[in-house]
């Protein structure tokens, strides 16, 4: 089973779209392991995006994702960093099919409401910057013999 850090950014907070988001992921088969909702610092934003640090958009972006809460989670599921890349669409939402998280709920590159991890190397590094290992949650949903054969 793999895992993956998600994030709902503070535009898909102020929108409201933190239910529809997890449905997404709920409706799908994934297993929740850890959710918290904080407002991080730019410092946090600026380690988490530190792969885009030569961008032009970097510090306008750190700066947004810190002016207000987000909403971090961690996924479980087999094959999820991939699955879930697809389920949030494109980086430009206007290249994103109907369908995904971002081609169906927004329209702006720079508002575009959700964070995914895209390699399961960035995942791990990704979850350990947000997570502390103990609040990762370890059970076994009813579901599993279900969704898997
Ligand atoms: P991703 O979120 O789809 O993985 P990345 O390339 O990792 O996309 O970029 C991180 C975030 O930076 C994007 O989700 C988006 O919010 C923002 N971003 C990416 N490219 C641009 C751009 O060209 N202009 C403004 N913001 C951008
Ligand atoms: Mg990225």
Known sequence: MERTFVAVKPDGVQRGLCGEIMKRFEQRGFRLVAAKFQQASEEHMQKHYLDLKDKPFYQGLCKYMSSGPV?????????????????????????????SIRGDLCIDIGRNIIHGSDTLENAKTEIGLWFKAEELVDYKPCSQAFLYE
Do not use: C, H, Q, Y
């Open 71 to 99: 909403f971090a989670m961690v996924w479980e599921g087999r094959s999820i960093v991939k699955l879930g890349r697809m389920m949030l669409g494109e980086t430009n939402p206007a290249d994103s099919k109907p369908g």
